[in-house]
C-alpha cells in the first residue's frame, strides 16, 4: 500500500496506525457514558397484587453517592394507599446485607395514586445483585423487585 506521497507503508505501520486511533477514540469517549448502568439495572419493573400495581425504577443505583434511589409509584382503583414505605421497603444484596430507607420523598400516606422516590445508603462492598421488597399490608408475601448490577 502506498501513502499519499507515493511512499510504500508496511504492515506494523498501517498497524500502529490503526492502534493509535483506537487509542484516540477511546480516551476521548466521556467515562460518564462508559459507566452508563446495564440495561438490566435501569429497567422499570412492576407487579400487581389484590388491585394495586407498584412499579421501581432504579434511579442512581450505579452512583458511588452516598444514596441509591428508587422511583415507586402505587394505583389502585379500589384501595387506600396508607403504606408507610420507610418501614415496609427493605433492600437486599445477594450476600444477605439488608438495608432500611433513609427518606422517601413524594406523597404522603394515603389515597389512591402514590409516587415518590425512596432513598438507601450504598451497599459497601458493591453488591452483584440487588432486591428491593415492600410488604404491603395485608399481602401474604412481600413484593420483590430484583436487579442484576
Do not use: N
Not at 487509542?23 to 397484587?49: H, I, R
Amino acid at each position: 500500500m502506498l501513502d499519499t506521497r507515493g511512499y510504500k507503508l508496511s504492515r506494523r505501520s498501517l498497524l500502529a496506525g490503526g492502534a493509535a486511533c483506537a487509542g484516540l477514540v477511546l480516551a476521548t469517549v466521556s467515562w460518564g457514558v462508559m459507566a452508563q448502568a446495564s440495561p438490566e439495572a435501569v429497567t422499570t419493573q412492576s407487579t400487581s397484587d389484590q388491585g394495586v400495581t407498584v412499579r421501581v425504577t432504579p434511579k442512581s443505583v450505579e452512583s458511588p453517592d452516598s444514596r441509591w434511589e428508587f422511583g415507586v409509584t402505587l394505583d389502585t382503583h379500589s384501595a387506600d394507599l396508607s403504606d408507610d414505605l420507610t418501614l415496609s421497603a427493605t433492600l437486599v444484596t445477594d450476600d444477605g446485607r439488608t438495608f432500611r430507607p433513609v427518606s422517601w420523598r413524594g406523597a404522603p400516606p394515603g389515597g389512591h395514586h402514590r409516587e415518590g422516590v425512596l432513598a438507601f445508603d450504598v451497599p459497601a462492598p458493591r453488591p452483584g445483585v440487588i432486591e428491593l421488597r415492600i410488604a404491603r399490608p395485608g399481602e401474604a408475601a412481600p413484593r420483590i423487585f430484583r436487579w442484576q448490577l
